[in-house]
């Protein structure tokens, strides 16, 4: 059975960066497509990026387009989301989660996803 661990999360200034890793046992990631996702303390969990297996068409949230980049590494079994020019709103519980069902096809909706981790904790602040 897939299990998923995030880590990378921490503290930084507003502008800096953060990698985050997913990194997946008991499965190969080539079958899934990963999603990452992120909830703020009183708000509703909501997508940031996706990628698909092919590694092709990526999906964004419209708040972190051109500022985080997403990726994977199937031969270490992890997708990676690449946070730059962080913001205080960036502040959250970030979440990687998987789906075997869409093969190269990426969406944010939550109820397809699932195999999720347990979070790791981004906090943007001066």
């Known amino acids: 059975q897939l299990q998923l661990v995030e880590s990378g999360g921490g503290l930084v200034q507003p502008g800096g960066s953060l990698r985050l890793s997913c990194t997946a046992s008991?499965?190969?990631?080539?079958?899934?497509?990963i999603g990452w996702f992120r909830q703020a303390p009183g708000k509703e969990r909501e997508g940031v990026s996706c990628?698909?297996?092919?590694?092709?068409?990526?999906l964004y949230a419209d708040s972190v387009k051109g500022r985080f980049t997403i990726s994977r590494d199937n031969v270490k079994n992890t997708v990676y989301l690449q946070m730059n020019s962080l913001k205080p709103e960036d502040t959250a519980v970030y979440y990687c989660?998987?789906?075997?069902?869409?093969?190269?096809?990426?969406?944010?909706?939550?109820?397809?996803?699932?195999?999720w981790g347990q979070g790791t904790q981004v906090t943007v602040s001066s």
């Open positions: 989660a998987a789906t075997p069902k869409l093969f190269n096809i990426c969406t944010f909706r939550v109820t397809v996803f699932g195999s």
């Open positions: 008991g499965s190969t990631l080539d079958y899934y497509v």
């Open positions: 990628i698909p297996r092919d590694s092709g068409s990526t």
